[in-house]
């Protein structure tokens, strides 16, 4: 299992580099064309974030230095990939009008 981890590690971070570069890319020759966020949307950012997250948590929970048995470190893996793509579709989401906190606050 450590080499699935290390691999989704290592093409999760690959990933997200080339996601980093193209939304900067795109921005700088002002080509909507070249940005991800258009191109796949929140599946595809949350894909990427599953995939550095499965592969963070379950080399964390493999090289822990508790004897986790295989399976566990599976659940973990899998948790630490849920979580992941959760927050990467939960930080972008727009403020809630109702939310008083989220509201802006007013110019004097």
Same mark, same amino acid.
Do not use: C, H, Q
């Given at each position: 299992?450590?080499?699935?981890?290390?691999?989704?590690?290592?093409?999760?971070?690959? +990933?997200? =580099?080339?996601?980093? *570069? @193209?939304?900067?890319?795109? /921005?700088?020759?002002? #080509?909507?064309?070249?940005? $991800?966020?258009?191109?796949?949307?929140?599946?595809?950012?949350?894909?990427?974030? +599953?995939? =550095?997250?499965?592969? *963070? @948590?379950?080399?964390?929970? /493999?090289?822990?230095? #508790?004897?986790?048995?295989? $399976?566990?470190?599976?659940?973990?893996?899998?948790?630490?990939?849920?979580?992941? +793509?959760?927050?990467?579709?939960?930080?972008?989401?727009?403020?809630?009008?109702?939310?008083?906190?989220?509201?802006?606050?007013?110019?004097?």
């Amino acid at each position: 299992m450590v080499k699935i981890y290390a691999v989704s590690l290592v093409v999760g971070m690959l +990933a997200l =580099v080339i996601w980093v *570069m @193209a939304k900067a890319f795109s /921005e700088n020759i002002d #080509r909507p064309s070249f940005d $991800p966020e258009l191109r796949f949307g929140l599946a595809g950012r949350r894909i990427v974030a +599953a995939m =550095v997250g499965l592969g *963070m @948590a379950g080399l964390s929970a /493999e090289f822990s230095p #508790r004897e986790i048995p295989w $399976p566990l470190a599976l659940l973990l893996a899998l948790a630490g990939a849920t979580a992941a +793509a959760w927050y990467a579709g939960w930080v972008d989401r727009e403020p809630d009008s109702a939310d008083p906190d989220s509201a802006e606050p007013e110019p004097t």
